[in-house]
């Protein structure tokens, strides 16, 4: 049984999901299609890619993840298959990839049927599907071109040996903001000096970090390192996304008072 997975802004009344899912099953029998999630924003491929990046390792090797949000190919961005890390995936080659994963793999493999199939809104359902029928059926030397990944440069994180600079990344269901600043980096420069993280200006700080959402009141704003190794800004029982009015464009910055012995770089 192969696992196809799905991540997609496609709303639940949208005909999208139900025409894809289809027409997977149809290639064959042994096709599992699983929903990662269809609640991204609509056109949020940083959403798409954060959520995958998250999960994807979740999934039984050799599982075929499927990037749906703003999936219409061109010429210039063609529709591409590309393996990491026993994964497979298959999108759009529009520089995605290269924030989709640490390490990019050099070589993608551009899947050939966009040139025969005529122009609709929807030519992503039958690319997809021939990719997955490539992967299934082993068809990479007659039904695809060895290509290169393109590379898109996103926002990154910007320290100092006394202060942090990086931005939330994805605001999850519950109004948490997740961010792009490590727990590896903080530790690194922390060096057991005392710290203020400064949210979306000088106003709101927060100055401990919490072991969990137990190691608060309700109605505290906390921060805290969660089960992704990333830091995490909340309201214990409450939305800083909506307190703070907070969205994947807004900074986050750590400043650490004059550090107590030498930090080891």
């Not at 903080?186 to 060096?191: C, I, N, P, S, V």
């Not at 000096?193 to 100055?207: D, L, S």
Request: one cysteine or more; charged letters at 20%; glycine letters at 8%.
């Amino acid at each position: 049984m192969t696992t196809v997975t799905i991540t997609s802004d496609w709303k639940n009344g949208d005909y999208y999901s139900g025409a894809l899912k289809g027409a997977l099953i149809s290639l064959s029998s042994g096709v599992r299609v699983v929903d990662i999630t269809n609640s991204v924003p609509s056109f949020d491929v940083l959403q798409e890619i954060f959520i995958l990046k998250s999960t994807f390792c979740r999934f039984p090797q050799n599982s075929i993840h499927l990037m749906t949000v703003m999936s219409e190919p061109t010429l210039e961005n063609p529709m591409v298959i590309v393996f990491f890390e026993g994964h497979y995936f298959i999108g759009v080659n529009d520089g995605r990839f290269s924030l989709l994963f640490q390490n990019i793999p050099s070589i993608c493999f551009e899947i050939n049927k966009l040139k025969e199939i005529p122009f609709s809104t929807f030519m992503s359902l039958e690319l997809f599907c021939e990719g997955v029928g490539i992967i299934l059926e082993n068809r990479f030397e007659t039904s695809t071109t060895a290509s290169e990944l393109k590379r898109e440069y996103g926002a990154g994180v910007v320290n100092t040996n006394d202060s942090i600079t990086g931005r939330v990344v994805y605001c999850d269901s519950f109004g948490n903001a997740i961010t792009n600043i490590s727990k590896e980096l903080f530790d690194r420069l922390h060096g057991g000096r005392n710290f203020t993280i400064y949210v979306q200006g000088p106003y709101t700080k927060i100055i401990k970090i919490s072991r969990g959402y137990h190691d608060s009141n309700p109605g505290e704003l906390i921060a805290l390192f969660n089960s992704l190794g990333y830091l995490e800004l909340a309201v214990n029982q409450g939305s800083i996304v909506s307190l703070e009015s907070l969205d994947t464009s807004s900074e986050v910055r750590i400043r650490f008072e004059k550090q107590k012995y030498p930090i080891n770089e």
